[in-house]
C-alpha cells in the first residue's frame, strides 16, 4: 500500500528560526561530539571555524509542516541528508535557518512502493550569506 501525498505542498515553508550567536563553546562541543580533533575547531582562537556539519546541529521549532497528512505518523523514517557548505560559520554568527518542502516522489523498491519528502533548510548568517543547504530526505510507506 503506496502512501499518497499531495504535491501541493511542495515550496511550502514550515519553519523559520533565528537563533542566538553561535559561540566558540558551541562549536568546540560539537567538533568534540563528533570526534574533531583539528585546532581550527577545538581551540577557540580568533580564526576559529565551525566543522562544515555543524548546521546538522541546529533544530528549528517544527521538524514537518504541521498539515502533513494525518495517516503518516511517526512511519517515516530517515533516508539521508545532502548537505551543501557556503560560508564559515564563525564566534559571533547570527545563523537563520528556513525549512521548506522541496520535494514529493515515489519509488518503487524490492519491497514495495515508498513515498519520499525532502525538506530543505536554508542557512545564512546575519551578512546574509548562505552558511548551507541541507536535504533531508524522509521515506514513508
Known sequence: MSVTIDRAIVGEEFDRTTFPPVTAEQI???????????????????????????????????????????????????AGKDIEMGAAIRPGDVLTAVATVHDVYEKTGRSGSMTFIVFRTAVTNQRGESVATIDQKMMFR
Open 28 to 78: 568546540v562541543a560539537y567538533a568534540t561530539s563528533t570526534g574533531e580533533t583539528d585546532p581550527r575547531w577545538t581551540q577557540p582562537a580568533p580564526h576559529m571555524i565551525a566543522p562544515p556539519t555543524f548546521t546538522l546541529s541546529l533544530r528549528g521549532k517544527h521538524f514537518m509542516p504541521k498539515n502533513m497528512p494525518a495517516h503518516l505518523g511517526r512511519n517515516g523514517f530517515d
